[in-house]
């Protein structure tokens, strides 16, 4: 975050659905998120966790066309949001998991349930504290559904659960099971649950970021990510080139330094 000041490519594109090959053609979420990093254009940046990218691809594909260009306002707080820590993986399987379980269709409650209880008991091992106790939303969660959560008690005091499990196939399959659970899910909004759950997940990955860094963000980091928000947040709100897939952005005024 040193050098020369930060400025915003000259066009951003608008948000749309699945992968694409270059600008010209749109961008997904975590694709304009490489774009505002300065990084080769990819939908799988190395700027952000790749299961927190992971799922803010999910959440960019099933939400809504009328709905999506909203997400544009996250996209900044995923720029360099990534780190080595086991509880990143856990604590986005388990936010992931409280969310859906209580809308889960009913084919999809058992698994989501396992999921709120291994990645609980991951976090305990990680954390130091006694394993069986869950936090307040878990448990909140697990009460919407009681016979998923006793089912689960079952299967996942048989199965049990490593850090190493949870990173590699736990929490990957959670997110994604997750996020289908909300899209088909009983819930009245499934765009702003969606929304609110990358929300949630980012908020949560911030907060181990900023424990790791003794209590606050690098006043850097901050600076750079409040440029990018006000830059995307006139992308969504100012007005359009004419172009249906871009519109140019406002340069902050931190970035039109040296």
Known sequence: MTGAAWSPPEFLPILSRGKHRTITKGACFMELASVLAGQRWSDRPSCTHPLLASLARLVNDQTSDQQRHRLCLLVPAVVGLKGEDPRIDARIALRCATTALPVAPANLRNPLAVSVLTAEEVLAGLDGRPAGRVEQRSQAALQAVPSAAEWAGEFAHRAGITVKGMRRHAAPST???AVRAIARGGCDDPDATLRRLLTDVIDDC?????????????????????DLGLCVRQHVDGPSTGDPLF???ALPASGRQG
């Open 247 to 249: 519109v140019r952005p």
């Open 206 to 226: 911030l907060a181990l970021r900023d424990h790791a860094l003794g209590g606050a963000s690098a006043p850097a980091v901050r600076r750079i990510t409040e």
């Open 175 to 177: 997110v994604r099971v």
